[in-house]
């Protein structure tokens, strides 16, 4: 593994079902996070851990819930999934950089039926 | 509100110099980051601004005017491959990032 890594890349659900998308990090960051990305809209943070074993809310965590039982995994449940939920999603990471810059994972391009 | 206001959408010529503004209102200020988006690809990161004044990095420079709540990021000598969204994101009181939506730069030959 180098870096961050997502799966699925690409996932279409059908609307009520339960789905998780996965992070995993190499990088031994503390901080980890969850955006979504809708045209004309730019990152929104959903969930957010700034350590392992502690978690946040973002700007849009309804909806969404997340874990953080180690440094390394990060994953994103949707319980019921929505068609208002179709979207890019991205994990990052900061830790050790001169200025906490988060890194990305390539994402997860999730559609809702 | 929080707010991070950027254009939506620039053209630019190959070779030339291009500069993307943003300005800003949130609560606190710990810092502004400046990242590029390749369409269908992550963003990467840029640039750091904490104080005033231009920071540059080879091609690329960024500006900050923190008592104006003002910001841009400067490309010269603009290549093909520059062709990417510009994504200005401002850390907040509780570092947290707020971003900005992007503008999406055109080169054209």
């Known amino acids: 593994i180098a870096g961050i890594t997502q799966a699925p890349t690409s996932q279409i659900l059908a609307a009520g079902r339960r789905m998780t998308l996965r992070c995993t990090q190499d990088?031994?960051?503390?901080?980890m996070y969850w955006y979504r990305q809708d045209l004309g809209l730019g990152l929104r943070l959903i969930h957010y851990s700034n350590t392992a074993g502690t978690t946040g809310k973002g700007e849009v965590p309804d909806g969404y819930s997340v874990s953080r039982a180690n440094t390394d995994d990060f994953p994103l449940t949707l319980a019921s999934a929505v068609p208002s939920q179709t979207s890019v999603y991205f994990c990052?990471?900061?830790?050790?950089?001169?200025?906490?810059?988060?890194?990305f994972g390539p994402g997860t391009r999730l559609t809702v039926t | 509100g929080q707010n991070i206001d950027q254009p939506t959408e620039m053209t630019a010529t190959e070779g030339a110099i291009v500069q993307i503004n943003c300005t800003y209102q949130?609560?606190?200020?710990?810092?502004l980051f400046w990242y590029q988006q390749h369409a269908g690809e992550a963003p990467t990161f840029l640039s750091y601004?904490?104080l005033d004044g231009l920071e540059e990095k080879g091609r690329f420079s960024s500006f900050l005017s923190r008592s104006k709540g003002y910001s841009y990021l400067l490309l010269k000598e603009l290549q093909m491959k520059d062709s990417a969204s510009y994504l200005c994101?401002?850390?907040?009181?509780?570092?947290?990032?707020?971003w900005g939506a992007g503008t999406k730069l055109i080169i054209k030959p």
């Open positions: 990088m031994r960051h503390n901080a």
């Open positions: 994101a401002v850390t907040d009181s509780n570092y947290q990032l707020i």
């Open positions: 949130t609560s606190g200020f710990n810092g």
């Open positions: 990052a990471t900061s830790g050790t950089g001169r200025f906490y810059e988060q890194y």
């Open positions: 601004n904490v």
